[in-house]
Nanobody, 116 residues
Framework: QVQLVESGGGLVQPGESLRLSCEASGSIFNGDTLGWHRQPPGKSRELVATIIAGGTATYSDSGKDRFTVSIDYAKQTVTLLMDSLKSDDTAIYYC??????????WGQGTQVTVST
């Protein structure tokens, strides 16, 4: 059963913007944590941004001034808007959900490549 489906990855040039979307199956409950992690080539997976449904967002140092995470409750979608992209942002981006009762789901990942 597919829980999280990402879309929106691709190839962009440095300085451009990109929007990633993640459609979640099932309702989003207050207290659920949703967000994005990424895995750059040859490196470990790292946090990008998370948001608590009904609460606040948290960003990594690399994204806090350039990325915005938000939830569209009507569409059950969590979106990551990335501005001023850099080559260091090249990675596979994974959508993430931790339910208020503790279960965790991951999306399949979407590739983002920032290059001239």
């Amino acid at each position: 059963q597919v829980q999280l489906v990402e879309s929106g990855g691709g190839l962009v040039q440095p300085g451009e913007s990109l929007r990633l979307s993640c459609e979640a199956s099932g309702s989003i409950f207050n207290g659920d944590t949703l967000g994005w992690h990424r895995q750059p080539p040859g490196k470990s997976r790292e946090l990008v941004a998370t948001i608590i449904a009904g609460g606040t967002a948290t960003y990594s140092d690399s994204g806090k001034d350039r990325f915005t995470v938000s939830i569209d409750y009507a569409k059950q979608t969590v979106t990551l808007l990335m501005d001023s992209l850099k080559s260091d942002d090249t990675a596979i981006y994974y959508c993430y959900r931790r339910r208020v009762w503790g279960s965790v789901d991951w999306g399949q990942g979407t590739q983002v490549t920032v290059s001239t």
